[in-house]
């Protein structure tokens, strides 16, 4: 293990320059990290992102339509004093743009019968809306808790499909139970695995796999500062190299020309397009999907970082940028399982 990480460290690690230490003080993040930012965007673009991570997101209500009209709900939450406006590629869905001090947005009698999950932002409702466009049938979520993309696929298949949760981290696994209690969905089978063994418990292939995958978590620091400076370079390795095993894994459950939709709330490009060209190098049975429908102007994917070239297929795969889209750093690929 020790030697794979290291080989791992020793492609994805770039020198710092003097610039990404002057911007590594000054917006107070990890030199490797500004270094990244500098590369991938320009100086001046870098600079603009870093700047990003000051501005909060404002937090998303996604309607349960299995139990509430979304107008009638609106018109409940206003009549409380929230101000919501209609997220424009997603018409069940509303961006709280005000909130009243009480009740807070969790804590509303809507809430708590289930009419609606509340997100931190927008971001997490896009693999779900690509992985399930037009599709209804049996969905594995293999790193499930605590819940949003579980129950939001719940109320995309239901009553044509299950949905399978699975999650390795106990005191997730409540929240995620909880969710699926709070908000009455139903055809949920959950299970508690390491999704990179998660073959010994379903003895079968799926046509729908979601890979929310455990990660740095960069693309989150405006609601989580503590990000700036958790994750160290070895300790990112370390991550790449469990992001690989999980994805080169769940590959082996899908059904020829099924789909698996790899997500992380990363911007880093050791954890997107090195883990996804890791991948399509070393199977031959597997190719990048373009996204079914464009919601709005999503951003590619890059293709170089550093001495890195990544695949070329990966300008299909979707990337969410704090400065662009007013999003978490989110994003998303889709893989199709190959008859070959």
Not at 44 to 50: D, G, K, M, S, W
Not at 118 to 141: F, I, N
Not at 161 to 175: K, T
Not at 290 to 301: A, D, I, R, T
Request: charged letters at 30%; proline letters at 5%; aromatic letters at 10%.
């Amino acid at each position: 293990m020790e030697e794979e990480v290291l080989k791992i460290l020793k492609e994805i690690f770039v020198k710092p320059s003097e610039k990404a230490f002057e911007l590594s003080s000054k917006y107070r993040v990890l030199p490797y990290m500004a270094e990244r930012y500098v590369r991938m965007l320009g100086e001046e673009e870098a600079v603009e992102l870093l700047k990003s991570f000051e501005k909060p997101v404002k937090p998303v209500i996604r309607v349960n339509t299995l139990l509430v009209d979304p107008d009638t709900l609106k018109s409940s939450l206003e009549a409380k004093g929230f101000r919501l406006e209609r997220i424009s590629w997603f018409e069940n869905a509303f961006k709280i743009q005000e909130a009243p001090e009480q009740p807070s947005p969790g804590a509303t009698i809507e809430y708590l019968k289930g009419y609606y999950y509340l997100h931190r932002d927008s971001s997490s409702l896009l693999p779900v809306l690509l992985l399930t466009h037009e599709y209804k049938g049996d969905v594995l979520d293999a790193c499930a808790a605590p819940g949003g993309k579980t129950t939001f696929l719940a109320e995309r298949v239901h009553g044509k499909g299950f949905v399978y949760a699975n999650d390795l981290v106990l005191r997730r696994l409540r929240s995620l139970i909880g969710h699926i209690t709070r908000m009455r969905v139903e055809s949920v089978v959950v299970s508690w695995s390491d999704a990179r063994k998660i073959s010994k418990v379903f003895n079968r292939k799926f046509e729908r796999i979601l890979l929310d995958a455990p990660c740095s978590g960069e693309g989150r620091i405006s609601v989580d500062p503590g990000r700036r400076f958790r994750t160290s370079i070895y300790e990112l390795a370390l991550m790449v190299k469990r992001e690989i095993e999980l994805l080169d894994s769940l590959i082996n459950l899908l059904d020829d020309d099924g789909i698996i939709a790899y997500s992380t709330c990363s911007i880093a490009p050791e954890e997107n397009e090195y883990v996804v060209s890791k991948i399509l190098r070393k199977r031959s049975d597997v190719e990048v999907a373009p996204p079914p429908v464009k919601l709005f102007n999503y951003s590619s994917w890059i293709k170089k970082y550093g001495d890195l070239l990544f695949h070329e297929e990966l300008e299909k795969c979707v990337r969410l940028w704090p400065h662009v889209h007013g999003t978490f750093g989110f994003t998303t690929c889709l893989l199709r399982k190959t008859r070959r």
